[in-house]
């Protein structure tokens, strides 16, 4: 029965420095100017500038629709302010009607009240006349 042994610490890096060389040394052998080489290189680079022109595209639009949104949010905005000063301003004027109404009331019942005076000085001028008409006969 063959048992298992396990590599030791030093095997086990010394078997990784080996690879790391092996991988290596296959890179250098292969040429710079490998047809296969600069094919897959210039679709790299023709993938990375796709993903490129892509990702600026979408952050392009993102721009778009956030100023957009934030023109959209200042109109409503403004939309709102001027709302607000309708309503103030409608206020005023309402409150200026109220106190022209309560003025114009006041003269009303002031004007009611003097024509009131004016009709009993009249009344009584003209009992006093009568008065002195009745005793002037005698």
């Not at 949104?69 to 403004?78: K, N, Q, S, V």
């Not at 939309?79 to 409150?95: G, H, M, T, V």
């Amino acid at each position: 029965m063959a048992a298992y042994k396990e590599q030791t610490f030093a095997e086990r890096q010394r078997a990784a420095q080996e690879a790391k060389k092996a991988q290596l040394a296959a890179v250098l052998a292969k040429p710079k100017d490998d047809p296969e080489a600069l094919r897959r290189a210039a679709e790299r680079k023709a993938l990375a500038e796709a993903r490129e022109a892509r990702l600026a595209e979408k952050e392009r639009l993102k721009r778009e629709e956030r100023e957009r949104r934030e023109a959209e949010a200042r109109a409503a905005e403004e939309a709102r302010l001027a709302a607000l000063e309708a309503a103030r301003i409608a206020e005023e004027e309402r409150k200026i009607a109220e106190e022209a109404a309560k003025k114009e009331a006041k003269l009303a019942a002031a004007a009611r009240v003097i024509a009131d005076e004016a009709a009993r000085k009249a009344e009584r001028d003209a009992r006093y006349a009568a008065r002195k008409a009745r005793i002037g006969k005698r």
